[in-house]
């Protein structure tokens, strides 16, 4: 049902100090409120203790329609390694914070006939083809960009986050 265009897949990677759960909360934030994506699920969420330390795995799938035809698709996957507590000092006050290494890859998906309103019969796929060939490449590549620039400009955003809290500790 759809056909799926990956137009979008990037990584960062992070090793320091940083607030997990303001982090977390960040990105949610940030995608929802600056995407316009709300279609969200948290497809994955998984904690393994290793004595002081736990490792994290995050897998979440974000999407928003732009039309009856045309749906934006987004898969975010967080790694996070090592993830101990840590005391810093913030604005002269001791605060507790966390420190370890974060991955965060993400891929900006073009799903075209998400309705499956064209795959009913060989002759409406035909007609698919025609349609996206001739009728609305402009669209489509229109889309493609925004994608694009939707997903790095969140990779640049969480980057520069984590960049940020690192220098406060």
């Given at each position: 049902m759809g056909e799926e265009d990956t137009v979008f897949s990037s990584k960062i990677s992070y090793k320091g100090i940083f607030s997990f759960k303001e982090f977390y909360a960040?990105?949610?934030?940030?995608l929802t409120e600056e995407t316009g994506l709300d279609d969200f699920s948290e497809d994955k969420y998984s904690e393994k203790l290793a004595g002081d330390t736990k490792d994290i795995d995050i897998e979440w799938t974000a999407s928003r329609n732009f039309s009856d035809y045309f749906k934006f698709k987004m898969k975010i996957a967080f790694t996070i390694r090592a993830l101990s507590q840590v005391k810093i000092k913030k604005e002269g006050v001791e605060t507790d914070s966390n420190k370890g290494s974060v991955e965060v890859k993400v891929?900006?998906?073009?799903?075209k006939d998400y309705q499956g309103?064209?795959?009913i019969s060989g002759f409406r796929k035909f007609l698919r083809s025609i349609?996206?060939?001739y009728v609305i490449?402009?669209?489509v590549k229109d889309l493609k960009g925004k994608?694009?620039?939707d997903s790095?400009?969140?990779?640049?955003q969480a980057k520069a986050y984590l960049d940020l809290?690192?220098?406060k500790g």
């Open positions: 960040f990105c949610y934030n940030w891929k900006g998906i073009l799903v309103k064209f795959d349609y996206e060939k490449p402009a669209t994608i694009a620039a790095n400009e969140f990779l640049e809290e690192g220098r």
